[in-house]
């Protein structure tokens, strides 16, 4: 931060073009309120609203940002940020790659204490927030309604992650 703007080690303004989908009040809504936040930091966000299945099908050399109201968990699944982060896996569309985040993060998967995992996670967190390029963006919320009958509801429902295992769910007496 330098003067009240996000700039990098070169002095350089952080400013991008975001690609947003369309069509959802709430979530470009949302997206209006998450770029005027980011310019109290001195981000400086373009937002370019596009059709959700053209968002979806963007790769990753064709956007900065993108964002259509869900996406990767990162959370209950790998609180370490290892399918984020770690080189070569499956969502580091950006191809990060670093040799301490890799240890850090295989750090975390080790047999460990509460003592050493708490360690381990802050030691990983301390650095992803110095060394990972990441804007995060909030999940959509929705409404979950169901009927009287529906069983697998509460069971099946992840409260780290948010999500519901719909695929588990049947309808019987």
């Known amino acids: 931060m330098k003067n009240g703007v996000m700039t990098n080690k070169q002095g350089k303004q952080l400013a991008f073009t975001w690609v947003v989908a369309s069509g959802s009040t709430t979530d470009n809504n949302i997206a209006q309120l998450i770029k005027q936040d980011w310019a109290k930091e001195g981000i400086d966000a373009t937002i370019r609203e596009e059709p959700f299945n053209q968002v979806v099908a963007l790769t990753s050399s064709q956007f900065q940002l993108i964002w259509w109201g869900g996406g990767w968990c990162y959370g209950a699944e790998d609180p370490t940020g290892g399918a984020l982060f770690g080189t070569g896996s499956v969502a580091n ?7 301490t985040m890799n240890r850090l993060i295989a750090a975390t998967h080790a047999p460990s204490t509460v003592a050493q995992a708490k360690a381990r996670m802050d030691a990983y967190q301390v650095f992803a927030a110095k060394h990972v390029p990441v804007l995060w963006l909030p999940a959509s919320t929705g409404l979950l309604v169901t009927k009287q009958g529906l069983h697998g509801v509460n069971s ?11 695929n588990n769910w049947k309808v019987g007496p």
């Open 93 to 99: 569309t950006g191809l990060y790659s670093n040799s």
């Open 156 to 166: 099946d429902y992840n409260t780290l992650s948010g999500y519901e295992a719909y």
